[in-house]
């Protein structure tokens, strides 16, 4: 069975730094690109970033871009987020994501380009 566990998440104040943990387990996803969602109360599940398998090129939302970065131990079979001058607009719930198939490398931004999800960590930030 698949799962994807996220950990790290908590309240911290604006300007705050936290780092996100997802930790795969059931396969290896060493060959495939991951992601990272977040879905605020009320509104849609968004993109945040993306990582090729090498954790050579990664992509992000331009409202992350400069703040936060995605890495991977492929070794540990993890992802990671880091996220620096965290804002109170960034609170929200923060999903994991792998594909079940390999695609070419690229900016795969899109919900359904995803399989496999976890059941996410909440962030909240206060001002």
């Known amino acids: 069975q698949v799962q994807l566990v996220e950990s790290g998440g908590g309240l911290v104040q604006a300007g705050d730094s936290l780092r996100l943990s997802c930790a795969a387990s059931?396969?290896?996803?060493?060959?495939?690109?991951m992601a990272w969602f977040r879905q605020a109360p009320g509104k849609e599940r968004e993109f945040v970033g993306c990582?090729?398998?090498?954790?050579?090129?990664?992509y992000y939302a331009d409202s992350v871009k400069g703040r936060f970065t995605v890495s991977r131990d492929n070794t540990k079979n993890t992802v990671y987020l880091q996220m620096n001058s965290l804002k109170p607009e960034d609170t929200a719930v923060y999903y994991c994501?792998?594909?079940?198939?390999?695609?070419?490398?690229?900016?795969?931004?899109?919900?359904?380009?995803?399989?496999?999800w976890g059941m996410g960590t909440q962030v909240t930030v206060s001002s």
């Open positions: 990582i090729s398998w090498s954790g050579g090129t990664t």
């Open positions: 059931g396969r290896t996803f060493s060959s495939y690109t």
């Open positions: 994501a792998g594909p079940s198939y390999w695609r070419p490398p690229g900016a795969r931004i899109r919900v359904d380009e995803y399989d496999y």
